[in-house]
Each structure stands twice: as structure tokens, then as C-alpha cells.
């Protein structure tokens, strides 16, 4: 089935230092979510985006639906431990209601 | 007010027995979405549930089936059980669409034996 590309799969990085992952897809979506998922529970929303040059912030965090809307970009400003787990990325391909769900940024912050 | 509640949360079942897992969305929420999560395969859709009608479906062998009550909760049904249906199964709803974004419940941690 299609698939989503999330990158990097996996990272390290020092308290206080900005992170960026991105999600790429071979078609077109209408829309793109971002999730967060800590151990043991389910994701929780970060950031939906609905307009390709959609650039929306909540808190630290930013995200953008990309221009050609195959693809999405999440960063993370000054991260601190808490923001440890797993980022998803989602979206909805055109003409379609079904999320389909990126394999996951796991990102582990050293303090 | 509540978020999604999955139960249980943890579920323990030999191999060829069958299992219901059960979810209520938030109150107001229509769709009620499942995923399959493993760490080899990320989230997997399993089928959505807009008002009692399956909407949407993935790809997953026929053993798994669903259903939606008239109050929106819905039931996942797994019968003869694999030891690779081991996984974390996710349940998430919205208020019509899932383009408002979903909410995802806790869980309910499945291990075949």
C-alpha cells in the first residue's frame, strides 16, 4: 500500500538543540498531521496543516505542508527531555479520508 | 471531558483463541478509526467507522472485523489468533471526517502466546 518516508528514523541530540524530521510521499495529500507518541499510550496531536505553504507553530514546535504537498517538515526548537518518544507523521492522500501513517521519528534527547 | 477509552489495556491470549477489544471515542466523535502498531511496521490501518458503517478499510486478512454501536462505540474482533497479531492496537476518533485530526486512545497491548 502507499507509504510514507519519514526521516531521520531515528536521533540523538543534546538538550537545548533544534531537530528537524521531514515526511515525504510519492503522491499528493490534502492533508498532513503530526503526532507525538510517548512510551505506553496512544499519539496526540501536534500540529495539522491543511494548505500546501501552510506553516503553523505550537509552542516550540513548527511544521509546514510543503509547496509541492508530498511533503511535510516538523522542527523542534531549544528541545529539552521531555521530548523524548516517537514523532508520526500522517496524512491523507487526495481524494481519500484515509490517514495513512509515517514509520516514526524516534527522538532521544540527551540532557 | 473524556478522551478516548480503550479497554483493556492489556490482554494476554493463546494462539487460535479470539479476542474483542472495545473503544469509546469521545463524546460527540462519529468516526472511530483502528490502527495496529508494531515496531517493525509502524501504525497500520485496520478499518473506520463513520455512524454504524464500516467507511473505510485496510488490508488486513479477514479474521479482523469491526462493528460501531448506535452510540458510537465500536468493537475490534480478532478470531483465531496468530502470534504475529501481537501489537499494540490503537483506537481513534474524530468528529466526522478525521481531518479535524484524530485522538488516539491508550491502547490495548494484545500478546499471543
Known amino acids: 500500500g502507499q507509504q510514507l518516508n519519514q526521516s531521520p528514523q531515528s536521533m540523538f541530540i543534546q538538550e537545548g538543540e533544534d531537530v528537524s524530521m521531514n515526511c515525504t510521499s510519492s503522491s499528493i495529500f490534502n492533508t498532513w498531521l503530526w503526532y507525538k507518541q510517548d512510551p505506553g499510550e496512544g499519539p496526540v496531536l501536534l500540529i495539522a496543516?491543511?494548505?500546501?505553504?501552510e506553516l503553523t507553530s505550537n509552542g516550540r514546535l513548527t511544521a509546514q505542508f510543503g509547496i509541492t504537498r508530498k511533503d511535510s517538515f516538523l522542527n523542534i526548537s531549544a528541545s529539552i527531555p521531555s521530548d523524548v518518544g516517537i514523532y508520526f507523521c500522517a496524512g491523507t492522500p487526495s481524494g481519500t479520508y484515509k490517514y495513512i501513517f509515517g514509520t516514526g521519528t524516534r527522538l532521544k534527547v540527551l540532557a | 471531558k473524556a478522551g478516548v477509552t480503550q479497554t483493556p489495556r492489556y490482554l494476554i491470549k493463546t494462539r487460535g483463541q479470539q479476542v474483542t477489544l472495545s473503544c469509546s471515542p469521545i463524546s460527540g466523535h462519529r468516526s472511530v478509526s483502528w490502527y495496529q502498531q508494531t515496531p517493525g511496521q509502524g501504525l497500520q490501518f485496520l478499518f473506520e467507522y463513520f455512524s454504524e458503517t464500516q467507511r473505510n478499510k485496510g488490508n488486513f486478512p479477514g479474521r479482523f472485523s469491526g462493528r460501531q454501536f448506535s452510540n458510537s462505540r465500536s468493537e475490534m474482533n480478532v478470531s483465531t489468533l496468530e502470534l504475529g497479531d501481537s501489537a499494540l492496537y490503537l483506537c481513534?476518533?474524530?468528529?466526522?471526517?478525521?481531518?479535524?485530526?484524530?485522538?488516539f486512545g491508550s491502547g490495548t497491548r494484545l500478546t499471543v502466546v
Open positions: 481513534a476518533s474524530s468528529l466526522a471526517t478525521g481531518l479535524d485530526g484524530y485522538t
Open positions: 496543516l491543511y494548505k500546501a505553504g
